[in-house]
């Protein structure tokens, strides 16, 4: 059994920790408000970019895909490309693994039959693929909790040249999306090209200045730069939020260990009363018996 200086060394030790892990909690909490309030608010301009581009590609659309922008041509699949979003650090729970698993599940089913080049925004997502011995496409780090529009750029950049070379011919983005506080659920979305489905039949009659094909190649990079912003986002969020509920888990358990050793510490020290007690008593016995 541990001596009684031990327990409490340990006990100091614990209680420290729990400082410590109560003011990441303290610390994540407010720097999550402020990623959830900016998912949030940019998750409609998301919506109706990706709608409108729908729209400008079925108006833009002819009978072949040689009349599309090269961005929405649909062709044949020889290498899939993988964004890929984590933190740059870690104490975030399982939200980190969660992603990156998702990311390997979606590089197996397609490792098969395609080749695959990767992109990694984060720390740990780059470490773990370099790991598995990946040699990445580009890797982005230290974006910082408020990372900007123009941040996203450089990312943008490689993915839109990467698949007008010809480098990968489908690219998906993977990362956490923020539901609430308590659940980030791994997303994978197909980035390029623009899915079928997304080219919804024209619901509105609009009058362009200049004509539609020009617009849309305007506005095809800015709708890649803002999915990839809103994942980002996205990722941040959802970082704040279960950096938060570890932080949280790991002090009640700190204080639950610490009122375990507490317990244990009175009873060894009680322990040692009763046996000092004893010892006292028998010696006065001894003693007493000596002396008659």
Same mark, same amino acid.
């Given at each position: 059994m541990p001596s009684l200086r031990d327990i409490r060394r340990r006990i100091r030790s614990i209680r420290s920790?729990?400082? &410590?892990?109560?003011?990441?909690?303290?610390?994540?909490a407010s720097r999550m408000r402020?990623?959830?309030?900016?998912?949030?608010? *940019?998750?409609?301009?998301?919506?109706? +970019?990706?709608?409108?581009?729908?729209?400008?590609?079925? +108006?833009?659309g002819g009978p072949s895909a040689a009349d599309l922008h090269p961005i929405?041509?649909?062709?044949?699949?020889?290498?899939?490309?993988?964004?890929? @979003?984590?933190?740059?650090? /870690?104490?975030? /729970?399982? =939200? $980190? #693994? $969660?992603?990156? =698993?998702?990311s390997v599940e979606l590089e197996l089913s397609q490792r098969d039959e395609h080749a695959i080049e990767l992109i990694t925004v984060g720390r740990k997502g780059q470490d773990f693929m370099a790991r598995r011995g990946h040699q990445l496409l /580009? #890797?982005? #780090? =230290?974006? /910082?909790?408020?990372?900007?529009y123009?941040? +996203? &750029?450089?990312?943008? =950049?490689v993915v839109l040249d990467s698949y007008l070379a010809g480098v990968m011919d489908l690219c998906f983005l993977v990362y956490p999306r923020f539901v609430n506080t308590l659940t980030q659920r791994p997303q994978v979305d197909q980035l390029l090209p623009l899915q079928a489905s997304e080219r919804?039949?024209?619901?509105?009659?609009?009058? @362009?200045?200049?004509?539609?094909?020009?617009?849309?190649?305007?506005?095809?990079?800015?709708?890649?730069?803002?999915?990839?912003?809103? *994942?980002?986002?996205? #990722?941040i969020a959802s970082e704040h939020s279960a950096r938060m509920i570890a932080m949280r888990n790991a002090t009640e358990n700190a204080n639950d260990l610490i009122q375990s050793l507490t317990l244990t510490y009175n009873k060894a020290r009680q322990a040692s009363i009763t046996r000092e007690v004893?010892?006292?008593?028998? *010696?006065?016995?001894? +003693?007493? *018996?000596?002396?008659?």
């Open positions: 920790t729990a400082q &410590i892990t109560k003011a990441m909690e303290m610390v994540a402020r990623a959830q309030q900016r998912v949030t608010a *940019a998750r409609p301009y998301s919506e109706a +970019m990706r709608s409108l581009i729908g729209e400008l590609a079925a +108006m833009v929405l041509v649909q062709r044949e699949i020889d290498t899939v490309g993988i964004v890929l @979003f984590t933190s740059d650090r /870690g104490l975030a /729970g399982a =939200r $980190n #693994t $969660n992603v990156i =698993r998702s /580009g #890797t982005f #780090t =230290r974006l /910082g909790d408020q990372p900007s123009d941040d +996203m &750029i450089p990312i943008a =950049r919804v039949e024209r619901s509105t009659d609009y009058i @362009f200045e200049p004509d539609p094909t020009s617009i849309l190649n305007e506005l095809l990079p800015r709708y890649v730069e803002v999915q990839i912003y809103q *994942a980002m986002l996205e #990722t004893t010892e006292i008593a028998s *010696a006065a016995e001894a +003693m007493a *018996a000596a002396a008659r």
